[in-house]
T-cell receptor, first 119, second 112 residues
């Protein structure tokens, strides 16, 4: 069974602080994808990144960076120099591929982390 | 190109009433999904349709039915709404294999 844990329910920071959102996952499959989504107050889900299980390179996109470590089953997300517009709920999600088939997009989501950035 | 469109965006029901959430995608995706989002629980899969003509239960299917009307449309029906079904519902679609899901904007349902 797949499981995603985001231990931080809520995080509050002041603008320009760096903040890291933790994500730990469990899966028995060797092929899987990890995702981060942002849900701003308007409610839609915004895709941020997808990583596959064979690519452990860290990724940076502007103020966002992701640290994928298979050894600890973690896929953490860091926002550098946070801004008020970063205030949102952030979800980590896992997509596993079972041997001999596909997962048909059955994402397993973490509980979400509410990030509030104060001016 | 609208992507994934859900209707209605908001709905208030009384316990026992029925309703259908509609979802349509214009990306020629084979697979479609219905998720529900509840506070502190992330999104959970209700039903999915891997391809036209097939549907399967997800993690939380009780109290729901679905219809894959054609390749574009996938509806979710609540036959007798209960307060526990108060939630935000998201429809999504993907190509076979589902390496990226495209989500609709969500439908907020309140059951009184």
């Amino acid at each position: 069974a797949q499981k995603v844990t985001q231990a931080q329910t809520e995080i509050s920071v002041v603008e320009k602080e760096d903040v890291t959102l933790d994500c730990v996952y469990e899966t028995r499959d060797t092929t899987y994808y990890l995702f981060w989504y942002k849900q701003p107050p308007s409610g839609e889900l915004v895709f941020l990144i997808r990583r596959n299980s064979f690519d452990e390179q860290n990724e940076i996109s502007g103020r966002y960076s992701w640290n994928f470590q298979k050894s600890t089953s973690s896929f953490n997300f860091t926002i550098t120099a946070s801004q008020v517009v970063d205030s949102a709920v952030y979800f980590c999600a896992l997509l596993s591929y079972h041997a001999g088939g596909t997962s048909y997009g059955k994402l397993t989501f973490g509980q979400g982390t509410i990030l509030t950035v104060h001016p | 190109n609208a992507g994934v469109t859900q209707t209605p965006k908001f709905q208030v029901l009384k316990t026992g009433q029925s309703m259908t959430l509609q979802c349509a995608q214009d990306m020629n995706h084979n697979s479609m999904y219905w998720y529900r989002q509840d506070p502190g629980m992330g999104l959970r899969l209700i039903y999915y349709s891997a391809s036209e003509g097939t549907t399967d239960k997800g993690e939380v299917p009780n109290g729901y039915n679905v219809s894959r009307l054609n390749k574009r449309e996938f509806s979710l029906r609540l036959e007798s709404a209960a307060p526990s079904q108060t939630s935000v519902y998201f429809c999504a679609s993907s190509h076979p294999g589902g390496r990226e899901l495209f989500f609709g904007e969500g439908s907020r349902l309140t059951v009184l």
